[in-house]
């Protein structure tokens, strides 16, 4: 049930698969000894059929500036688990909580104008672009429908909404009644102890708004005394209004400290299953206390933990602060969504690195496994199921290198899709999915202009600036060309184009790298450039013949 670490690694089972094999008339029984890595996803569902049929899945963002990529891991990972459940037969319930009750601790850069409002509810700082209801929506607005394009649809549900209709008023109350007991709890896992009699209520000031500033004196059934004092917060010093208040917790005009909170969604919720960061999981971190809350205190056995490491972009740690930080949005216009999905379905217990620039490193691993999908090439069925949980619409072949996608987008900088469909033919690709590639070839060139190597940007030059080039190359080079030419009116594949080039430099007697040189100057007036044949098979051949000879 819930203690056991969910996604902690693969498990090998090893089962026995009956292979037919017709050859000729004799059929022959191959049987083959095969270790099945299962996935991570099918093992959390597999465990939590065990604890029954009706299953919870929460994930959840805290707010405090524009959520990136990181923030998405533990919704994109619930989505993966809730795909294994209905596979199974089972549909659950799959939500993400926006933690918007929280107070704004500290102001993201860019943000600055928002300083007063250090100590509020992150909910009820305004959207001071007065585009949405508010900050928050604001924020969430974009996140919610970036997530869509990666075909990921929780029911969602405001924090603060939660409190303020009523809706986690049972649990308000537990909490309250039981706080000695709480105290306890919280308190074995704390350096400081908190004392005898805290009151595990944050009311807002009714008088000034702030949620960091107020601190409980004592409780009468529903009704928390507070008084709004003088407070730091992270991003500095926060001051109280002074007023003296009575805060009803039926109203929900506050909220409960992290760890009792998350317990108590999970009652409210009836939450099975809940993806989250590894830094919530260590010894005394917020999951181990909220699970000994939630069953001892609401008496709901705790969800399965499926614990995830963090990942770093770019060698560094995620950071608006420092600006390493991209968004869902920011990644749609370089990648297609099931690679980001790909990347964060693989083994939890790893930390991982995403960098920009070697994105086409990642999409060729998610190539790879589109293969083994399609039995275009004998591989691993771990590849095989991350690459099918990844997916959003029904899979299609494309196969089409990304950095080739980037290297047409700027030989057909029109981006014609027939003439790029036609010298996609000359490298032998044919059986590709046209949208796909139309998706990929758009995507590859943004990347390319934000992040792509030197060599593969390129602009092709003007007749006249290649005449003057052409002037000082050598005799041997423009030799070597105008041969490069002849053999385009054969219809090479790049690998035969490829090997004829170094033959050609071989009849001649030039260095190669010379003969490559002369290529990209006349081409492109670079020194250096993408792959020689498979570069000039981008290009319309006419063109490449008549700067050639
Ligand atoms: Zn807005
Ligand atoms: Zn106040």
Redesign the pocket.
């Known amino acids: 049930m819930g203690n056991s670490l969910g996604g902690s690694s693969y498990h090998h089972t090893t089962i026995n698969i009956v292979d037919f094999k017709n050859k000729g008339s004799q059929l022959n029984f191959i049987l083959i000894n095969q270790s099945i890595n299962m996935h991570w996803a099918d093992i959390a569902a597999e465990k939590l059929i065990k604890r029954g049929g009706k299953h919870v899945i929460e994930t959840g963002t805290s707010i405090s500036g524009i959520p990136h990529i990181g923030n998405a891991s533990d919704v994109i990972r619930g989505d993966a688990i809730r795909k294994a459940l209905e596979e199974k037969g089972i549909k659950p319930r799959f939500i993400w909580i926006s933690d918007d009750s929280d107070p704004f601790r500290k102001i993201p850069r860019g943000m600055e104008s928002l300083k007063d409002y250090l100590g509020y509810p992150v909910h009820d700082i305004p959207d001071l672009d007065g585009c949405h209801e508010n900050f928050v929506e604001h924020l969430v607005e974009p996140f919610l429908s970036d997530l869509r394009e990666f075909g990921i649809e929780p029911e969602t549900f405001s924090g603060t909404e939660l409190y303020r209709k009523g809706a986690l008023y049972p649990e308000i109350k537990t909490a309250i009644e039981n706080s000695e007991e709480i105290v306890k709890i919280l308190n074995r896992f704390r350096r400081d102890p908190l004392p005898k009699d805290f009151i595990p209520w944050s009311s807002i000031?009714e008088?000034?708004g702030?949620i960091s500033?107020t601190r409980a004196i004592e409780w009468d059934g529903n009704i928390i005394r507070y008084v709004?004092e003088d407070t730091e917060v992270s991003g500095g010093r926060v001051k109280?209004?002074g007023?003296k208040g009575e805060n009803d917790t039926r109203k929900g005009y506050g909220k409960l400290p992290w760890r009792i909170e998350w317990a108590a969604r999970w009652k409210h919720f009836q939450v099975t299953c809940e993806p989250l960061g590894k830094e919530h999981a260590t010894a005394g971190g917020s999951f181990w206390t909220s699970k000994i809350i939630s069953r001892k205190i609401f008496g709901w056995e705790p969800p399965l933990p499926v614990i995830y490491e963090f990942f770093t972009l770019n060698g560094e740690k995620i950071s608006s602060s420092k600006g390493n930080v991209i968004t869902l949005g920011d990644w749609l216009k370089i990648c297609e969504p099931e690679v980001l999905k790909f990347f964060m379905y693989k083994r939890l217990q790893k930390q991982r690195d995403i960098n920009l620039r070697a994105i086409p490193n990642l999409i060729d691993e998610y190539d790879e496994a589109e293969k083994i999908y399609f039995n275009l090439m004998e591989g691993t069925y771990a590849a095989k199921r991350k690459y099918e949980l990844a997916q959003i619409d029904e899979p299609r072949l494309l196969q089409v290198p990304f950095t080739l996608c980037a290297v047409l987008a700027q030989a057909v900088p029109d981006l014609n899709m027939k003439k790029i469909e036609k010298r996609l033919k000359w490298h032998g690709y044919g059986n590709f999915d046209l949208k796909r590639l139309e998706r990929r070839i758009k995507l590859a060139k943004n990347w390319n202009e934000n992040y792509g190597p030197e060599y593969l940007r390129f602009r092709i030059i003007e007749d006249s600036e290649a005449a003057k080039i052409r002037e000082k190359l050598n005799k041997k080079q423009i030799l070597c060309l105008r041969k490069i030419a002849d053999e385009l009116d054969r219809e090479l594949k790049a690998t035969e184009l490829h090997k004829r080039i170094y033959e050609i430099s071989r009849e001649v007697g030039l260095e190669p790298s010379r003969l490559f040189e002369a290529i990209y100057l006349v081409l492109i007036g670079k020194r250096r450039g993408p792959k020689a044949a498979s570069f000039i098979l981008t290009l319309d051949k006419r063109f490449v013949r008549d700067r050639f000879r």
């Open positions: 000031c008088n000034c702030r500033t709004c109280g209004c007023f």
